[in-house]
Each structure stands twice: as C-alpha cells, then as structure tokens.
C-alpha cells in the first residue's frame, strides 16, 4: 500500500490478489497528477488493483471535499487498466465542468486550457420519471432477490439488520453489492 500526502495529492494504492511494483505506483502517480491539476492538493485517490486469470482491473476512486469521482477498467495488463481509468475520469470530469466548477475554486480547469478537447455545453438533466417505493424490513438476500424477480439492476430497501435504507446492486463483474448511508 502506498500512502502519498503532504502537499500533494494523497493517493493511496492497494493491491488484492496481487502487490503492485514500484514501477506501478510510480506510473499512477504521474497519471493522477493530471486529476491533480484539476481540483488542487486536497484531493485524495484511492487505487485498487486486482489480479484475474485473464485480465487486471484497476478501480480508482476520487474523492474531493465530498465530490466522488469513480472509473475501473480491466485490461491484460495493470498499466494499461490504469491509463483507461485515468481517460475515463478526466472525461467525467471535462463533460461536468460546468457543475464542477460551481463547486470547486475557479481557475483549476484554465491549467487544461491548451490540452482540453472540445467540450459540450453543460447538458441539463431531465428527470423524466419520479417513483415512489413502499419500504418493508428485508434482509440484504431478500433484496436481492426481489432485485432479480423484478429485473431490475438496483433495489432500494430497509435493512431489518439497522434499520437504514439501503441500496442492493448488480455489479458488473457479475457480483453484488450494498451501498449505505455513511453521515460524514
């Protein structure tokens, strides 16, 4: 695990299954000095690495001042999920920056001036559909598959463990997952 701080953007890289080589980690750094660039030192990333029989996955997550900024991207090698990652993100980015900016201190983004692509003009999120869901105690394996009975790729449900309101959601490594409330 690297933990990197101080005066630079904090960036903390784990491994599962595998431990990413130095040369790794020195290839996230230089990538996410580009995200950098973006929001300022405050900003931490989170870089997970995970070995699969045929391919690597790096999930990076981006969290600044409460805003999360999330890419993974698998490829046959760790490098080259990252560079993906990286792309992935500075789009995210760029097609919000609008929005960003509003929240974020000015002038970040004029340090991407000459490199920024031709960005669209901030698009307006339509909400075209409000439902309303009747909430009953279940546990997390009858949420899922009251997921699964309705086709849908989330369930949202009151956990009988706590009480919270939870989310159960179909992942796309063919897996699971539970989102809950954290009050910061």
């Known amino acids: 695990m690297l933990n990197k701080g101080d005066d630079c953007m904090k960036i903390t890289i784990t491994g599962r299954k595998c431990s990413p080589r130095d040369s790794f980690k020195e290839h996230a750094e230089k990538k996410l000095a580009?995200?950098?660039?973006?929001?300022?030192?405050?900003?931490?990333?989170?870089?997970?690495?995970?070995?699969?029989?045929?391919?690597?996955?790096?999930?990076?997550?981006?969290?600044?001042?409460?805003?999360?900024?999330?890419?993974?991207?698998?490829?046959?090698?760790?490098?080259?999920?990252?560079?993906?990652?990286?792309?992935?993100?500075?789009?995210?980015?760029?097609?919000?920056?609008?929005?960003?900016?509003?929240?974020?201190?000015?002038?970040?983004?004029?340090?991407?001036?000459?490199?920024?692509?031709a960005v669209s003009e901030e698009v307006e999120y339509e909400l075209v559909r409000r439902k309303s869901v009747a909430l009953k105690p279940q546990s997390v394996d009858e949420a899922i598959l009251q997921m699964n009975l309705v086709g849908h790729q989330f369930y949202v449900f009151l956990n009988e463990e706590n009480g919270e309101i939870n989310v159960v959601y179909r992942r796309s490594d063919a897996g699971y997952g539970l989102i809950a409330p954290e009050i910061e």
Do not use: H, W, Y
């Not at 995970?50 to 490098?79: C, D, L, P």
């Open 34 to 117: 580009k995200i950098e660039k973006f929001f300022g030192p405050d900003v931490e990333a989170k870089v997970t690495v995970t070995v699969e029989k045929s391919s690597q996955t790096v999930e990076i997550t981006v969290n600044n001042n409460g805003m999360i900024f999330r890419s993974q991207e698998r490829a046959e090698n760790m490098n080259e999920a990252l560079d993906k990652c990286v792309d992935t993100l500075i789009r995210q980015i760029r097609k919000n920056k609008t929005r960003i900016e509003k929240k974020l201190r000015a002038g970040n983004f004029d340090a991407f001036a000459d490199e920024a692509e």
